[in-house]
């Protein structure tokens, strides 16, 4: 009957090519080395927040290529969620806004190890409140690490195809700009509160143990 109905969020698959397993990893599972595949509850964008305040650093904002290039990003970002959630880059944090500050630092302890960029992102109850993105190497402000790193602060986390823009590592076949099945993950995310675990339907959602809701996490991307 229809108190039996179990209705999924997430397709089994997908034109776009958004899967399960897909799903699995970009939205459920630890950018750690050796995590267990669909474990770790999903983070997102913080709901109720429209706006995305990109923070450049005062080299950023006069560098024109790398300027122009997280313009751009800002574009992307907004259209993969259909304008529900706004980026603008800024000199300035606006009020009310998600903040995720954004600079180019090659002597940062967190630039090692082939290091292009890393984002770090602070967490309350599984939801996203801001982000710093730190780009290591000189030509990472003005490349896709961009809109990749800003898919982290988002909610996003690596792929494991090499053609999506999220896959860990920048090689020469990885998209410049979201994939529609990434474009596709993120919306649906939008769906949901911040904390549910995959396969996240209508029956079986779960909270978060506390360090995983709360606190800061740190991608680090090659």
């Not at 709901?47 to 313009?71: K, Q, Y």
Request: net charge neutral; charged share 20%.
């Amino acid at each position: 009957g229809a108190s039996a109905a179990r209705l999924s969020l997430w397709p089994r698959t997908s034109p776009t090519g958004l899967d399960e397993n897909l799903t699995a990893f970009l939205v459920y599972t630890s950018t750690a080395e050796g995590s267990p595949i669909g474990a770790l509850p999903m983070r997102r964008h913080r709901p109720g927040t429209t706006l995305v305040s990109m923070v450049l650093s005062e080299g950023l904002l006069a560098d024109p290529g790398a300027l122009a290039n997280h313009l751009f990003a800002a574009d992307v970002l907004t259209a993969a969620v259909a304008g529900k959630v706004a980026y603008r880059v800024t000199p300035q944090a606006v009020a009310g806004s998600t903040i995720v500050n954004i600079s180019y630092e090659p002597e940062n302890a967190g630039c090692g190890d082939r290091t292009r960029a890393f984002t770090t992102i602070r967490l309350s109850g599984g939801e996203i409140t801001s982000g710093t993105i730190v780009y290591c190497v000189p030509d990472s402000p003005r490349s896709p690490t961009v809109i990749h790193e800003l898919g982290h602060t988002f909610g996003l986390l690596h792929s494991p195809n090499r053609t999506d823009l999220m896959y860990s590592t920048f090689v020469s076949d990885r998209s410049d700009v979201l994939t529609a099945r990434e474009t596709l993950a993120m919306r649906l995310m939008l769906e949901r509160s911040g904390g549910t675990r995959f396969p996240d339907n209508d029956r079986d959602t779960s909270g978060v143990a506390s360090l995983e809701a709360n606190g800061l996490q740190t991608i680090r991307c090659r």
